[in-house]
């Protein structure tokens, strides 16, 4: 077993670098998380995580009721999806989704009932406290449970420490450092009960030894509610600590360092540190799909910005479109310029609002043109270093844009390039507005493109190397054979008529069955009248009984 | 609802390469003042023409290069480079020399070598080394400073004597030029004077040369005022000061007699105007954390070392260009420790 020492700082540590910005959270924590009307359609993504997209177990026109499941992983690395609410499938095809890429991708078009309809569930866990890790593992992912804080990564995947590793420590992520993005925030302190109970199924699926929740300390009232809870439920021994306000301390390799100083390796994961880490809204659904039965077909999403009229946290459906969650939020302002999912610092853009909430949306950001303004010509890098003072990973940001730039890319994985994690406080301050996160990404695309042409061409060089191999063996095979026939001419007869006999009676033998095998397999009589079909079985049977039939 | 879209981050940015260059040019006012103060009218010449040049000449040449003309020069850096050339010549330098130095710098070291972003050497610098090494009879041309007996010039007798090089009646150069204090005592340590006995002479003031002391404070002032804005980096400043400070005290208390003493030294010429507005150009300096305060170090040791033993009067600009050429060795060798990288010996 191996077993690693982790210790909670008392005092959490500021990461290197970073960013105070401006937290605007209180616009959409003015009123309190309510529900979220279903909508008539819905649009539901087979692939909503990381990983392989699921497979449709309904087909068109098929009814469902809620929470059951309408497509099914099949593979580890993915997560099935379930009925949001109950009605009938109407289309399944190519839909805009809301991806950085911008394609469209295959979604279920669900055709709300109105009635939500609930399909009897077999999540629930009766004492899921005493259950076996594997047991719990296996319903968190027939609960479709990925990462609720962005990357979507399968849950139960996480939850599996592997052979042979102890987890020392389980951090519960409820840093929420992006700006406007409060969703986690309403969560704790509107369904504080559900996110204890996730984080101890949680701990008990890990058997973590210490569990700790980190929250920025500009959240005195999660706080104050995550304590009370864990009070008045006797539990001592999940920690809740504040951390310094500092974007991006809620990055996890981050959270991590601020917590325990433990710097997660370079291309490693927490594990190697023996220490996991799950979001608070992770957490929460866990907790509702094993103590109440429902699987994730909700999530609290904030809806913000000045080009919102009543901005607000709600807990919406999987698959409802945008713009029918920005009309139960008032409907847009006309300062309304620019829509992003995700934060302002890695949100992602959105080309429109016709596009579903998804299991990893936590914030619908209408942004207007003060808060999100028209990106300014670039000027050339000066190589002043603001980026590499800023720089959570401590990157030289200035070097990794020179090489990027150059088109150097070896120089720029020597500089550590895939140790970013775009999180945009260089290009944040850039006093020559080089959209720098832009050129990383280029950079690694590159880089990957790179690598899988190499690997193709290593593929086809193999392939290649193997046919070039294979005809020298058969030539050579072909050799041997024409050598040993002429040796076997030259050799002098022997042998006598017994042997000579029994060799011919096998021969014949060995024609006769393959004779009766022929005759029995090959046949082209399918989808036959059954008349025509009882009498071919006549003749096959007599056939079968009388070889001497077959023959010409 | 269609929405136009672009790449993260979105928010509103906290920098501006034009804000940048504003307050650092704004940040040497005070000290261009003292200057205007103690050594006349030539000094405001010298910044006019600086300018005026440096601004007329990366427009000629990126119109060569086609590259957007007014986009460019609304960055402010060729001003300000003009500027930080024309602080550094003396006032009554005839009118070619600002113009010489400024086409050397915006042209040779900066437009020659792409322009802003990637130029190797500090532009200002290079324009005053090829005026000091090519015309150091001019060069040497520092009027006395205002408050010492001796003739100071009134505005039309420096536009006479800048621009037709032509005395008025009844004075001789050597009534009104005088050696900067850097430059007099280096030649009466030469003679075999004692410190003490050298800063007993009316050139020099309360504790460095008579008028730089101020010069150099305004430059000082003005330099923490733009490290608290956050214009330049702290680490090349305090690099340079504390280098000079540490190499020049060592001389001093091995040999008081025949070495300046720190303040000296570190409130004469160029030091301050160098540690704050010309070493901190970031283009051409060393970008690692670690490596800036190696980089300033250098500068710093390399301005005594000139300044003590070598045939200029002042040695930033020449140590500046030479840590130049040192940065980018300093950037490899000082990269720092990446996120994750932890040596596995430490733990």
Redesign the interface.
Known sequence: MQCLMVTILEQPLKI?GGLR?SANKSQSLRAPLRQARIPARLYVPLSQHIGEAAEPLVGVGGSILKGQPIARSLSYISAPVHAPTSGRIIDIGAYPVPHPS?LKADCMVIEADGEDRAAPGSLRMEDVFEADPADIRQRVRDAGIVGLGGAGFPTSVKLNPGPGREVELLVINAAECE?YISCDEALMCCRTQEVIDGVRVMRHALHARQTVIGIEDNMPKAISCLQNGLDQAGETDIRVIAIPTVYPAGGE?QLI?TLTGE??????LPIDLGIVCHNVGTAAAVGRALLQGEPLISRVVTVTGAGVRQPANLDVRVGTPI?DLIEQCGG?TDK?????MGG??????????AMPIIKTTNCILA?SR????Q???A????????C??VC?????P??LYWYAHARNLDKAQD??LF?CI?C?CC???????I?L??YY?FAKTEIWNQEREREKADIARQRHEFHLERLEREKKELQERRAKAKKALNKPKVGNADSKKAEIAAALERVKTRKAKQSVTARNTDNLSEEKQAEITKIDKRRASNPNENRP | MEFPTQSSPYLPLSNDLNRLMVQVMLALIPGALCLFWFFGWGVLFNLLITATTAVAAEAIVLKLRKRPVMATLSDGSAILTGLLLGLALPPLAPWWIPVVGALSAIVVAKQLYGGLGYNPFNPAMVGYVVLIISFPLQMTLWSPPRGIEAEFLPFLDTVRMVFTQALADGMTLDGVTMATPLDASKTELGLNLTWSEILSKPLYGSFAGHGWEWINTAFLICGLWLWQRRAIDWRIPLGMLSALFIVSLLFYIADADSFGSPIFHLFSGATMLGAFFIATDPVSAATTPRGRLYFGAGIGILTYVIRSWGGYPDGVAFAVLLMNMAAPTIDYYTQPRVFGHRDPRDS
């Open positions: 290197p910005l911008g700006p390799k360092y710097e997660v390796p370079s291309q490693g713009a847009y309304a310029t620019r829509l992003l302002p610092m890695m949100g992602v853009s959105l080309p429109s609002d942004a003060q808060e999100a303004p990106p300014l010509p000027h050339p890098c000066i190589r002043c270093g603001k590499a003072e959570p990973a401590s990157l030289l200035q070097q500089y550590k140790d775009e945009g290009a944040q301050v850039c006093p020559s507005h959209p996160v832009q990404r």
